[in-house]
Each structure stands twice: as C-alpha cells, then as structure tokens.
C-alpha cells in the first residue's frame, strides 16, 4: 500500500497548476473508488476537484500510455472520456490527474447514447493496421501492440498468444491452449474486420453517465482492433443494460458469428484475470477453450 505524503500532493498540485495554467492546492483529498490495479482520490481546493490515481513509480509508463489513449478517444471528437490534466512522478509515485466528472444511475436515454457514441468512435480506423502507436497494458499486464495487417494473426500472436506466455511463467495449466491456438484461423474465418479505435477494456466498471446523462467511458486500453472486442466484453461481468446494444446496433450493426467470436476475445480477459489474480479463473479460461474447440 502506497503511503502518499503531503510533499507528494504539493508536487502534484504545482503540477496541475502548470498543466491549467491556473492555481492549485490539493487542500483536500479522499480515497475513492479506482479499480483493483490503482489508488484513486479526489483532490479538491475550493469548487475545483481533479481524480488523481497513484501507483509505484515503476508504473508510469502505465499512466502515460492512458493519457495518449484518452486523448485519442478525446481526438475522435465521439464518446466523452476525461481528460487527462497531467501526469508524472513524485516522492517515488506514479501518478496521473485527470477531469473529476460526477456521475449518476444513468436512465433509458443515457445508455442509448452511449451505444450510439461508442459506435461512432469505432468508425474511426487507422491505416496502419491493427495495433496500436505503443504498448500498454491491460490491468497491470503488458498489452502488446506491434502493428499488424492481418487481424488473425494479431488476435491470435498479440493477444491470446502472449496472455498464455504470460499464464506459463505464472503457472496456468492450460491444457488444450496449442489446439486453441491453431484453431483461431477458423474461428475467425469469413471475418474482416475494420482496425477500429476501440477501448480494450469496457467492462461496466469502466463505463457510466454523468448526472446529466453523458455517457463516459474511462481507464482504456487502448488500441485499433475488431470492434466486437467492446462489445464482447461489455457482456463478460455484468452486460450494460439493453438500451446501450439497442443503441448501438442502431448505429452500427454487429456482423453475423459475433456471438462465437464473443467468446474467443472474452477468453483473452479471462486469461489475463489469471494472470493478475490467480483463482478461479484458470478453470473459467478451461471452459471457455473446451466451448471454442466444440464450434
């Protein structure tokens, strides 16, 4: 557990007020909700608040590699994300600020837009391939990113390949994982997607409607990938309620064998949840590789 200091706050506060170009002091500060991975506050002086996350100053290059992908999402002028203020080191801490939002229930119409935004931002592509300008992570594992033109080959070698590579060194058992991987060439048969912007890692945790129903997605793993990656995981822990697919498939219309591709780029997150926190999720990863192999 990270012990931040009131040096460390002076620093970051000095900090944001560079970066805004307006005064700042991080007067008060309580810990909030901020994922599994990091320490989250809210940081306030007066009507100004800022989401501050810390982690240790080995996991910068983290914090950096979500700055440029919020400003991308930011730059395809679609779905709404904060902004990021700054980010550093300070007093041996890795940190980021970024736009405090307030958030609310979100209603029917909130998470309609929400389906509709996410769809135009992955109109955005890039002529580059699939891939992305760095790596970065997915939780606190790397996420590699080496731009490739063929979708198979890089779902398959950057994606499940290096989770499994990951999983060994941590001791997975995944028996059927080389069978798995020989057939990813068929499971994705007959499909070509766009290399859309996608977030990387829409879990309902990272997703929500401010209290004037703005829809806003958070914490990405940002690359161009498959769109249905979004979707899929958007149904792993807990779907979005029904109006956000509604919305979205309105805008942009899922292609057929999306809910046999759903399970093969959910098994990627499942295997990287091993990764991080062991458990149960070797034997849910099993399961799901038994069910791809069945298809």
Not at 33 to 42: C, E, F, L, M, R
Not at 239 to 256: H, K, M, V
Request: proline content about 4%; overall charge negative.
């Amino acid at each position: 557990m990270l012990r931040p200091g009131l040096l460390m706050w002076n620093q970051i506060a000095a900090n944001i007020s560079q970066a805004t170009d307006e005064p700042f002091a991080a007067e008060h500060r309580r810990p909030v909700g901020g994922g599994s991975v990091n320490q989250a506050y809210a940081v306030s002086e007066g009507d100004r608040a800022y989401f501050v996350k810390l982690n240790d100053a080995t996991r910068l290059g983290m914090f950096e590699a979500e700055a440029i992908g919020l400003r991308q999402m930011l730059n395809s002028g679609t779905i709404r994300v904060p902004h990021p203020i700054c980010w550093g080191e300070a007093e041996g801490h890795a940190y980021i600020a970024l736009e405090w939002l307030d958030f609310g229930y979100g209603n029917h119409e909130g998470w309609t837009k929400m389906g509709q935004k996410l769809a135009a931002m992955h109109r955005a592509t890039s002529d580059q391939g699939f891939g992305w300008v760095q790596d970065n992570t997915i939780g606190f594992i790397p996420q590699k990113n080496g731009w490739m033109a063929d979708w198979v080959t890089f779902s398959r070698d950057r994606r499940m390949g290096y989770q499994f590579q990951v999983a060994r060194k941590r001791g997975g058992h995944f028996p059927k994982k080389d069978e798995l991987m020989q057939a990813i060439p068929q499971l994705l048969s007959d499909h070509h997607p766009s290399p859309s912007l996608v977030h990387g890692d829409l879990w309902s945790g990272n997703a929500a409607v401010t209290k004037t129903d703005e829809p806003v997605i958070f914490d990405p793993a940002t690359y161009f990938g498959d769109r249905e990656v979004d979707l899929a995981m958007s149904e792993l822990f807990g779907r979005f309620p029904q109006e956000f697919y509604s919305g979205y498939n309105e805008t942009y219309a899922l292609e057929d064998g999306y809910e046999q591709r759903k399970t093969l780029y959910n098994l990627y997150h499942i295997v990287n949840h091993f990764n991080q926190f062991g458990g149960s999720y070797e034997s849910q990863a099993n399961s799901m590789i038994d069910k791809l192999l069945r298809m």
